[in-house]
């Protein structure tokens, strides 16, 4: 699944690459990014892994799947009579975002009075709204495969959206409205869904629609006792992301655009290593639950959070003592110049310590999910929502105001300011989920994840200074920077892994006993 899934960000990125290569950080991407909200909302937060539709089937379906023969056929029914129904509610959606995209852009960019960028989201946002049908649909099907223990696919099926935007920005030249970025990301959305249905059409799904009520009434209740809670969650998370849009449009043009991509960039270490861990431990959670073994989640949960925290910790220093320079040699061509370096990587640089905070909080939200409780997590993302809007105000607008040559120095004005603000909210959400869960688990807490956080810390350390060295020496010696940057990631990462082993680090032993046993398994 991390190989597929490092395939599948790979091909992200070098769609990211490409657009800004022909487009840059301007009005046209502005735009499109800005129009995006709501498609990109339904595809890939409702109807991605880890979304409401996703997380809602595997919780409820895994269940019966487990009950024998007569629950498998309830799963079958259920899943159609969703199916059928989300169908019905995300076509009437689709058709309200073509009548009313003037003013959902005019919401978007409610801090912008520049009529041409609004006309030209507007645009897109009308291409785009096929989009907003079909994430629903992508994640009921992820969902459902998952139920089946098929993963390849589903894993897979986000790189259709890249390739076909990859190849319509290298076949077609591109125009000043961003249309070709609007008509290929519903192609790709198309090829992504499609991708879907062989493997469901054997299992007789997607094939007609059912709306019998009556035969799933009790399930469908006890699905929906989780889906709406957890719409409302990920609804509000895109609220925080749009509170961050109406912020963004009061910096200058380009600004929302070096937002976007850096959290792209974020989400490459991130999605990789959330689709290898978070996703196939949680039908384990919903099955320790099920089974009465609470310290099996506790157990999984810390040997998961712990991996995760102990893999993204080098990346998060190569993010750190060479984002500017991965941003420059990776995108400084064509339209992206050397300002769009500079934002770009002030906002990844902050944003890569969101890292070790959004896998404990996602894999939290998940242990809440195994227990049927979505309120929690929705309530927790409504106190995220006001403290982004509280630290965006202040780094936005006030502290530049009362402490300029302070803020200035810490590079926190403009698209920083609203990157830390992500990091903050985010912490504190998490240890507000982790205090809430001994209500009906113990040992979830914040300091159950911090038993190794000394030994984490003076290996990050070693890896710091080892960095630091061979960056004077390759200065000196005026070594070209892919060398310096290769070089120092390398010996980085090779100092790192030595000092996990010798400081004892248990999930990197386990890790290495996991891939030793890999390596020497028969077919």
Known sequence: MASVSLLSKGLGALRDWVILRSYGAALAT??????VQLPSFSLILLGGVGGPFHSAVVAVITKLIHEGSHGEKKAHDLANVV???????????AVLTVLLAEPITRMLLHGSHNESLIRTATAQLQTMAPVVFL????GLALGLQNTYQHFFW???SPAAQSLVMIAALVLLPADPTGQLLAWSTVAGSILQFAMQLPQLWQHDHFKK????LRHVWPELRQMNHLLLPALGTTTLGQIAVLTDLVFAAMLPLGAWTAIVFANRLIQLPIGVMQTAFLVPVFPRFTQAVAAGKPEQVVRDYKLGVNLLLLLSTPILVILVLYGKTLVKMAFQHGAFDAENTHVVSQALIWLSFLMPVYFARDAMTRVFYAFHDAHTPLY????GIALKAVFNWLFIVELPKWFPNMIAALGLNGVSGICLGSVLATAINLV??????????KGLGVAALLDNLWRLSLAALMMVVTIVLIQQRTMLWRFPEWISVFTGSFLGCLVYGAAAW???????????QRLLQKSHSSP
């Open 30 to 35: 502005d735009a499109y990014f800005t129009a």
């Open 83 to 93: 199916i059928t129904l989300t169908a019905f509610a995300f076509a009437a959606l």
């Open 135 to 138: 994430g629903g649909l992508v």
């Open 154 to 156: 589903p894993s897979l």
């Open 209 to 212: 629609f059912s709306l019998k």
């Open 380 to 383: 927790i993302t409504m106190q």
């Open 432 to 441: 507000a989920l982790s205090w809430l869960s001994r209500r009906f688990i």
């Open 502 to 512: 010798v400081l004892r680090i248990p999930e990197g032993q386990y890790l290495a």
